[in-house]
């Protein structure tokens, strides 16, 4: 029974991050990353990061609830958040709106709470409220390792966006080494070395893009090589 249900976790995994793959083909170009500095790099993955949360609240909260009410709670604040109403889907200003964060407020002890407040971080990270982001985010746990890599990624963001740069470098390369998942290890490597490298410190980067080319050619289709060439003169 336990190794059946690695394996379904495990290819929960694989499912979620080749989805995020897709979206996040752009951060892969090059020429454009010169173009941009780390705090730009940073928001793209807080905004992308909701549309993942909607597949695994399915997958962890409606096959299994723990708690009826927790759950209900959440649903209707991804509902709101689906339908494009952030403010409702935030909440926290009235009983008959819970929202986010009325439901973490509630059932904080239960993974639908915990989860509710993942998504309140994400809403506020992009309302700009980066400090009020980070400490929501701050307060999610889960066994499940993919959504611990994609917590510490987005508190990466928030760090960056409030000029915390070294900080944030410190928490993607956390990120990077949260989930067993080759895919998410090598999105978050790749993504230590491109704020390593947006900082000047071009020997830390070499250091992230060194661990892909060894570990993560899968993934990278040869683009390590490049970017190791970048820490020589960017």
């Not at 889960?142 to 959504?147: F, M, P, T």
């Not at 987005?154 to 895919?183: H, I, P, V």
């Not at 070499?206 to 289709?221: L, R, S, T, V």
């Amino acid at each position: 029974m336990a190794d059946l249900h690695n394996k379904k976790n495990e290819q929960e995994g694989k499912e979620t991050v080749e989805f995020f793959r897709d979206l996040d083909k752009e951060a892969l170009n090059i020429e454009g990353f010169l173009e941009k500095n780390a705090k730009v790099l940073s928001i793209g993955f807080g905004i992308l990061i909701v549309a993942v949360l909607g597949w695994f609240g399915y997958q962890q909260f409606i096959l299994g609830p723990k708690n009826e009410e927790a759950t209900k709670s959440y649903l209707s604040a991804q509902k709101n958040l689906a339908e494009g109403k952030e403010d409702l889907a935030l909440g926290g200003k009235s009983v008959a709106n819970p929202g986010f964060l009325g439901t973490f407020d509630q059932y904080g002890s239960t993974k639908a709470g915990k989860l509710a407040a993942y998504n309140a971080g994400l809403i506020e990270f992009k309302k700009g409220n980066y400090q009020k982001a980070y400490d929501l985010l701050d307060k999610f746990s889960s066994g499940n390792k993919v959504l611990v890599a994609l917590k510490y990624g987005a508190m990466a963001d928030c760090l960056s966006n409030l000029n915390k740069s070294d900080d944030a470098l410190a928490m993607a390369d956390k990120a990077s080494s949260a989930s067993d998942d080759a895919y998410t290890s090598y999105y978050f490597t790749k993504k230590a070395g491109m704020l390593a490298l947006a900082l000047k410190k071009n020997a830390d980067a070499k250091k992230y893009f060194a661990a892909i080319d060894e570990k993560y050619q899968d993934y990278d289709n040869g683009q390590s090589d490049a970017f190791i060439e970048m820490t020589k003169y960017y």
